[in-house]
């Protein structure tokens, strides 16, 4: 199967950002699937992750998006160690904790927190708010000045709850307020890394951005490095500074905020961008080329060989399907941007002379119409 | 072909063309906590061929409308009062036996989340073929044909062999085409889609809308798109309706309602989501507070309790008095139109980058 | 499918292996001299002597074990003559075949297990798919109140009540009886009505209160929606989609009712002074009675493991997302 990518540059965090926090080289999870007959054994896996790279920067944001089944929440939750890796290495703070065990893991646990997607399940319904918030600190056997209750008070009112509601259950909270408690059970260790999986993405238009300035807040104001998961371009935009895209559990560009949304190089990164449907506020913004892929996204049980977007891409040729694009720095791109691709698209997001239209019902229906 | 002649009730846009009419629409539902009022005095039209976006968040009341036009409320729980004229035919009092005929033949329903909404236990073929059947008593066989032809339109590759898989074989997008044909295959006057895309990933969902728009340029129905995300409306309406808590609070083209909208909820709901071409370094507006209970739906305007502008109204009219949404373009709002237009170009516009 | 048929019977063969010898090495624990039982109150010692051989009691225990198991699939002798497969070795208290004893009473136990399953599937199911497509409606209130009521009788309590009115007072009904089904089948129709009745009660009241509730849950399922939303008939809706999800639910319990009837009814085999497998069961545990016990165990155990592969074959077939792998 596809080695681990060959990377002969460790990718810098921005300029401003500090120092690397945090990095991860050749990542890997494969999910094992059992069959057979008449003795079960393994008989394929999922390749959920294979051979991502990546590095967060102290108080840097970070972005991750892609499609679902492209492995970012589960690189999300490697790098937090919910999941063992299969192979890479994760490096925080110059201490490799790949495979650390839980011991050794202890320091570094308290500093990397994670903010989950369903507001709802990740809570426990039995404990109190009070409770939830500070049993990171009882776990880890932190006692913080003051005491924990004095502490659980401030957190709640960093988040824009109100500290009276100390001892009410989550049920008794909204979406958005849940969320917030979420935050300020991350918040609680004082962490130096916040993995964030899809945190808005179950809540409502109008309290997304609450939960979003939010973390914008904590991000900013604290210093907390993140990344940030999640599906929704705009959003992920809205809050990092440097975004990989992922599919099909590769790492196909990485970028700074500008390079990526205004000069993405890797044709899938311009389906993407082109697929966001944007609110027209006036005429201008209408000037993007259109791009609409053909079927789904392929099973990650049997990814095709090479490149992997070739099968879904308008400019694959018999070389995508042998040699699989290594993740570096293409001429005409700025310093920082890597792009997985061998034969990548100019670096405009502007329309095209003829729209790219691969789902063949589509090109059916619009040839019909003219 | 019919002229809608209804003149009693709240007025609404829509000239003679109307083909959907629905006029001071209330929908409750009693529970244990007390009664509901998912919907409570709602009117719009729905013109031949084109499309209303019906936008709104969780318990605006906009998926329930839309059952109800089909009357696929629960008949115990709640009571409908009102005007749903479909075609000239009046709905709230129609017969059981007369819903039965126009569901899946003249009004089809598209739903949210096609792993759910198509049973796992039958083909999709048959679960397609099966309104086609029923309506035009097509044998089998010409059923099977014109299914595999609808699964063929909607971009199903090898429809005749995919006719006899079922849904879990299928991947998301595609149970989505599966379900659009199912709902067009009795060339339906009417589509009502309920999140159709929501489910979906956005390159997947940007092949559906535009399948859906092409679609409807060649069987000409018309379509209710029901969504929360603004982005996907303005790619597929003409006509925009914003709802909130049980109520219509602003109407007008899609072109009107997006570029100049004059009520604050809508200006929330702009000024809360980034944009692609937005400006970063802008901070992100949003609505504060929640959403309303429907049990105790707030006094007067229901979103006063969140809106930022009820002192520029005078005396406690936006607590006291219910806002009425004017016919044809307008929002229920109490701010005169001088204020709407000020607000949003002096104070709005500018955050929206 | 024949891949899945040969690992669950194989799966099968083992747990039966394992549940045998649990049976077996756990009655040896018991302090007791199974030669002396055999023999009676006033025993010569040479008669225990002659017994105990005669039983291969003189065997160390796993000897006795594995010809035991040996048996059931090649048969044995033994000094009151050959005993064909399945063996089950010789019955210490009375000296006959286990195998025998067994089929001796398998019929009844069948007839009322079948007779029962009939009456209460019938109605059972029949009443709950009323309640549910009335839901909420005074028959649901009736049929969810009565099913209520009887699904918490208890058969010793409930037997005697409908003999005491069918039997005793009136007189219509003869008291429950055995007669062979092909000699005189009125006889055994007649005979069996009373412990058919009153099992069917009981349990049509808890299939009347399983199918009502996993209806209506069906019912709520959003392809369930979907198809009305398409057209289709309620009556079509609630037979075509709802049911055929409830199935699932339903199946999963018929098999376990089944099973564990078959295996022997022994409160309403004593309620209505029935022999069948039961009885068979009790009798072989409270004369220590080794053999018998360990037929009647086995007996049973089959039944559970093949109805179990029975009902993941019907998984697969109402659910075409099961694949029996």
Known sequence: MSDKLTLPKPQGPVDGAGETLLSVEGLTKHFPIYGGFPIKRKVGAVQAVDGVDLTVGTGESVGLVGESGCGKSTTGRLITRLLEPTAGKITYAGQDITHASRRQLAPVRSEIQMIFQDPYSSLNPRQTVGTIIKSPMEVNGIKPAGGVETRVRELLELV???????????????????????????????????????????????????????????????????????????????????????????????????????????????????????????????????????????????PPSGCRFRTRCWKAQDKCATEEPPLVQISGSRAGHLTACHFPEDPTTESRAEDIVLDPALAALEKEAE | MTTLTKTEGEKAPGGPEAFLSVRDLRVRFSTEDGIVKAVDGLSFDVERGKTLGIVGESGSGKSVTNLTVLGLHNPKTATVEGEIVLDGKELVTATEKEMEKLRGNKVAMIFQDPLTALSPYYTVGRQIAEPFMKHTGASKKEARARAIEMLDKVGIPQPATRFDDYPHQFSGGMRQRAMIAMALICDPDLLIADEPTTALDVTVQAQILDLLKDLQQEFGSAIIFITHDLGVISKMADDLLVMYSGRAVERGSVREVLRAPQHPYTWGLLSSMPRLGGDTAQALTPIPGTPPSLLNPPSGCPFHPRCGFTSEVSGNRCSGERPLLPAGRGAACHLDHEQKSTFFIEQIKPRLG | MLQFLIRRLSGAVVIMFLIGAFTFFLFYTIPQDFAQLACGKNCSPE??????????????????????????????????????????????DSGEFVWDSIMDRFPLTLSLTVGGLVIFL??????????????????????????????SFQIYFLGPIVLSLLVYQTGWLENPKEASITDDPAGWFMGLLIPWIVMATIFTAQYTRMARSTMIEQLQEEHVRTARAKGMRQRYVFFRYAWRGSLIPIVTIIGMDLSALLSGAVVTEYTFDLAGIGRLAVTGSLTKDLPLTMGVMLFGAFFILILNIIVDLAYAYIDPRVRLA
């Open chain 1, 160 to 302: 824009g709850l109100n500290p009276e509601h100390y001892n009410r259950f989550p049920h008794e909270f909204s979406g958005g307020q849940r969320q917030r408690i979420g935050v300020a059970r991350a918040l609680a260790l004082n962490p130096k890394l916040i993995v964030a999986d899809e945190p808005v993405s179950a809540l409502d238009v109008s309290i997304q951005a609450q939960v979003v300035n939010l973390l914008q807040k904590v991000q900013e104001e604290m210093g907390i490095a993140f990344l940030f998961i999640a599906h929704d371009l705009a959003i992920v935009r809205h809050f990092s500074q440097r975004l990989a895209v992922m599919y099909l559990g590769k790492v196909v560009e990485v970028g700074d905020r500008d390079s990526i949304y205004n000069r993405p190089r890797h044709p899938y990164t311009h389906a993407l961008l082109s697929a966001v449907p944007e609110v027209a506020l006036d005429d201008e913004t209408e000037d993007r080329e259109r791009i609409r892929l053909s079927g789904d996204v392929p099973s990650p049980i049997h």
């Open chain 3, 47 to 92: 008669n225990i002597a002659v017994i105990r051989e005669n039983l291969g009691l003189d065997k160390p225990i796993t000897t006795q074990f594995w010809e035991f198991m040996v048996g059931i699939v090649s048969g044995r002798d033994f000094p009151q003559g050959h005993c064909s497969a399945p063996c089950l070795g010789v019955s210490f």
């Open chain 3, 122 to 151: 019938l109605f059972g199911l029949g009443t709950g798919l009323l309640a549910a497509w009335k839901r909420g409606t005074a028959v649901d209130k009736v049929v969810s109140g009565a099913s209520m009521v009887l699904s």
